[in-house]
């Protein structure tokens, strides 16, 4: 007996070994371009149904029976598949595997992967939005309106509000540098081209809160452009009834340029305003991004900026119905006079990168920034208040009659002329699983201010405000202000990964220093922020970011109006100021799915943010009127949700939801902040026609709350009232005309030279509502006030033409 399990246990050991001997053990990691691990990806034995994915930290390790040839299949969504055959394969191997970025056509439609997001930085695709129905032409600012916790109330305009913050709290970065918005700009018609050009743009990041210390000293949001490099020869153009634009880029290898001009004129869609004259914009943006690749380790860029917006409107006439249904009011007035806006705005930024080894590179950053405005206007009015179904006096017998009748007079010449020069140092180091970042910035910045305006109003014969039997004009503001001054800040923050048996943590804690020699304050900002992916289910992903935000005043917030005893009033500027204080607390995750064999992910976002030194203002359309002072205190509470996924086989398409509430306690009540826009609904819808695949429909569609608003020169804690909700949807429909063949052969012909050329048609503001944007206020001499509202554009339609070779 003892024999024949001696022969047995020796037969266990033959089989064991001839099996080993006949298995492959294949083991190794799969990264990207930028040796990250990509995780999730599928390794497939060719012609089986064997296989496996990588995990977190893009390991695979797999058996394979040993067989004279066996072939490898690397795949994963938004990457290029990769086959490799191993020949006469023995005992254990490895291989690792680079997989590259692509987006594969199916049918002319876009696929991509969904990312995890462990950090507050969120990363965009800004080319799923670039035939989208757009004002401004798939402006990257448009798409964030679309965002969760993301506002914007004028069609026109690029600016937007992030959880209850104001346009002015929101960093805009180009390659590293922070870049400025206009300052004198107060409506949407004033405003031309963003900064930010969309044919240059390659890569886009933004926060809504939470952000990390490398970004300034802002309380909302970070938005991070990175400007692209093109690979070869490549152009593009693109022409419409709102203007055109136009860019090319070419790649040696050594040295790169890139060139963007962009040229806007929308006096058509200004035509639909009810302020009815001649408008005669004239916007014209050119943009340039240069590089020069010294050698392996030392690289140069160049970004270069000339914008020369000049809006110049005539009026003629107005005429705008307002109030409820059973109480209509027409308000009327004949114009004279003009209005002559110039914003010219120069900028350059020259950066040196330098790798000093594989784990340490440095960029040196310098800037400037120069920007020359001038707002400049006299109109006169005539203006008639009645009920509805009167005309002024000829028909003040008829029931209800004439509410109001007078004249105005308003007036300013205002100038700025300002510059920004900064000086920086950036260093990056990683140590084992650390990867520490650090800066210095200087910056100097001087501003030139001359400012004087006025508004007279005689109603029914009276001059307002009425003091004796003197003449006196109702509102004078004048500036004469000359100030320079210096900024200095530091900051350092180490971002670390851990992969537990519970799962992968991600840790990003930094702190920042700045000082202001203006008011001589030194600011101290900590940061962190902590992302999670369960090793129970890696389909959820985990965030956690907390940190006290500073927003350090810039030149319009520490601007502090005065009132003399003669009612005169002119800009004192308040070097007691202090920064604004914001303590956030930030909740998130994100869950991706698959349904109907399609990508989805799921967002929601809980956040908390008790606000101090508040500097009260009010916002009047696009202008902002701060205190100069900080005398308030407040909080924001609010929660954000985000549906994002392929409701069109490969069509990108989203759904946000907005919740918030804001409050300040202004003058000793508590009253909602001027961006307390307690609901919003956004909606982003990407499809195709079945039978005709080159067709593309694009629809944006927007939903929220109105925001409070007050009379001119009152503030909230006086009274306050909701304009009404801001409703607009717009919808486009794109075909194109030339692209890539199903077979991927072009054909040898003219067409060859051209990636796409697509045709298409937009409707703005489908349904044709009429959007407030802001409110005139008419006074009667018993000081009787009444709010008739300023409508934004109506329905348009629109017609482009872009080519891409």
């Known amino acids: ?106 049918q002319e439609l876009q696929v991509t992967e969904f990312k995890k997001q462990t950090t507050q930085m969120q990363a965009l695709d800004a080319k799923s939005y670039k035939l989208s129905p757009d004002v401004s032409g798939g402006g990257i600012e448009s798409m964030l309106s679309t965002m969760a916790g993301v506002s914007s109330k004028n069609e026109m305009s690029s600016q937007y509000m992030v959880r209850g913050g104001s346009y002015d709290e929101n960093s805009v970065y180009i390659n590293g540098i922070e870049v400025y918005r206009p300052q004198l700009i107060s409506s949407g018609q004033q405003e031309g081209l963003s900064i930010i050009n969309p044919d240059m743009v390659g890569n886009v990041s933004f926060s809504t809160g939470g952000f990390s210390a490398e970004y300034s000293d802002k309380m909302s949001s970070v938005l991070d452009i990175t400007y692209r490099e093109p690979e070869k020869i490549e152009g593009a153009l693109a022409l419409s009834l709102l203007g055109a634009s136009g860019a090319f880029g070419q790649n040696n290898g050594k040295f790169s340029q890139l060139h963007g001009i962009r040229y806007k004129r929308n006096a058509s869609l200004l035509g639909s305003l009810e302020s009815k004259g001649e408008y005669d914009p004239q916007f014209l943006d050119y943009q340039t991004f240069l590089g020069y690749k010294f050698n392996d380790k030392l690289k140069a860029t160049f970004l270069g900026n000339i914008a020369l917006n000049n809006y110049r409107f005539t009026p003629t006439n107005r005429s705008t119905s307002f109030g409820t249904s059973e109480n209509v009011k027409q308000f009327t007035v004949y ?23 594989k784990s340490t590179d440095f960029t040196l950053l310098a800037s400037g920034y120069l920007t020359n405005e001038l707002v400049a206007y006299d109109i006169s009015g005539e203006y008639w208040l009645d009920e509805a179904g009167t005309n002024g006096s000829e028909n003040s017998s008829n029931i209800g009659g004439e509410l109001g009748v007078g004249k105005y007079r308003e007036h300013a010449r205002n100038r700025l002329k300002m510059s920004v020069f900064s000086l920086g140092l950036k260093g990056n180091t990683s140590i084992n699983r650390n990867n520490i970042t650090y800066g210095l910035t200087f910056k100097h910045e001087s501003i030139h201010d001359r400012q004087k305006e006025w508004e007279l109003r005689d109603s029914a014969g009276y001059s307002l405000p009425v003091i004796g039997n003197g003449i006196d004009v109702i509102y004078n503001l004048t500036s004469n202000n000359d100030v320079s001054s210096n900024r200095l800040a530091f900051f ?5 990964k851990l992969l537990t048996n519970t799962g992968l943590f991600i840790f990003n804690g930094g702190i920042r220093f700045s000082y202001w020699d203006f008011n001589k304050e030194f600011l101290v900002s900590p940061r962190i922020s902590v992302g999670f992916v369960p090793a129970a289910n890696e389909r959820f992903s985990l965030r956690l970011a907390g940190g006290l935000y500073y927003q350090s005043p810039f030149y319009k917030e520490y601007r502090e109006e005065i009132i003399d005893e003669n009612r005169n009033g002119y800009i004192q500027l308040n070097n007691k100021i202090k920064s604004q204080r914001s303590i956030q607390l930030i909740m998130g995750g994100d869950y991706t799915f698959r349904a109907m064999e399609r990508p989805f992910k799921l967002t929601a976002e809980l956040y908390y943010k008790n606000l101090a030194n508040l500097i009260p203002y009010e916002i009047d359309n696009l202008k902002m009127v701060y205190s100069g002072r900080n005398e308030s205190s407040g909080y924001v509470a609010g929660v954000d949700f985000k549906f994002f996924g392929q409701f069109v086989p490969g069509t990108d398409s989203w759904i946000s939801f907005s919740l918030m509430k804001t409050q300040e306690e202004l003058n000793g009540k508590k009253v909602p902040r001027p961006t307390d826009q307690r609901y919003s609904f956004a909606l982003f819808f990407q499809d195709y026609f079945p039978r005709f695949p080159k067709m593309k429909f694009n629809l944006r569609a927007i939903f929220s709350d109105g925001l409070p608003t007050t009379a001119p020169r009152t503030t909230r804690d006086e009274a306050y009232f909701r304009t009404p909700a801001y409703k607009r949807i717009d919808i486009g429909i794109s075909y194109q005309l030339v692209g890539a063949p199903k077979n991927g052969v072009r054909p040898y012909n003219f067409w060859r030279h051209f990636k796409s050329i697509w045709l298409g048609v937009d409707v703005f503001n489908l349904f044709d509502i009429s959007n407030v944007s802001s409110y005139y206020w008419v006074t009667d001499v018993n000081n009787l006030q009444y709010a008739v509202p300023n409508y934004l554009t109506r329905r348009q339609i629109n017609v482009r033409l872009s080519l891409n070779f």
């Open 335 to 357: 114009f004279d006079g003009q209005e002559k806006d110039k914003f010219e705005t120069y900028f350059g930024a020259l950066s040196l990168n330098y790798k000093l080894s």
């Open 492 to 496: 350092a923050q180490d971002s670390y």
């Open 1 to 106: 007996m003892t024999n024949i399990r001696y022969i047995l246990f020796l037969l266990l050991i033959f089989f064991q070994a001839v099996y080993i001997s006949a298995q492959v053990k294949i083991s190794g990691k799969v990264i990207d371009a930028d040796n990250n691990p990509i995780e999730f990806a599928t390794i497939r034995i060719g012609g089986t149904a064997i296989g496996v994915t990588s995990d977190l930290k893009g390991d695979y390790s797999l058996n394979v029976a040993k067989r004279d040839t066996i072939e490898l299949i690397f795949n994963c969504i938004g990457y290029k598949e990769d086959i490799r055959k191993l020949i006469d394969a023995k005992g254990e191997m490895t291989l690792n595997v680079r997989l590259y970025k692509t987006s594969h056509e199916l």
